[in-house]
């Protein structure tokens, strides 16, 4: 079922941020990157503040390689607010 969320510019750098290493690691792995591919090209052109229809295999994508990003922050001592905000949507 698909589910629409609506993503600000900033809840768009995160995922674009979050999407590029999950994309890059498939790919050194050579494994098929279609389908992140798709998203990323999908996430990169939406406007901002307009809602979008995801399918649940792209929120849930989204929602782990977003929570990986906040694990990663976390470890480091950083800032998460904006991230956790992205991760609320994606719930």
């Known amino acids: ?7 600000t510019r900033a809840n768009k750098s995160i995922l674009l941020k979050a999407l590029a290493p999950y994309y890059y690691k ?7 990157t279609g389908f992140v591919e798709k998203l990323i090209l ?9 809602k979008t229809n995801f ?5 849930r994508l989204m929602r782990t390689t977003v ?16 991230v956790d905000d992205m991760l609320l949507k994606l719930f």
Do not use: C, F, V, W
């Not at 999908?42 to 307009?50: F, T, V």
């Not at 694990?71 to 800032?79: D, F, M, P, S, V």
């Open 42 to 50: 999908k996430i990169n052109a939406l406007p901002a503040d307009k």
């Open 1 to 7: 079922m698909m589910r629409k969320i609506k993503l």
């Open 67 to 82: 929570n990986q990003l906040r694990n990663e922050r976390l470890a480091k001592g950083q800032y998460t607010d904006a």
């Open 26 to 32: 498939q790919r050194a792995l050579r494994r098929s």
């Open 55 to 59: 399918s649940p295999d792209e929120i």
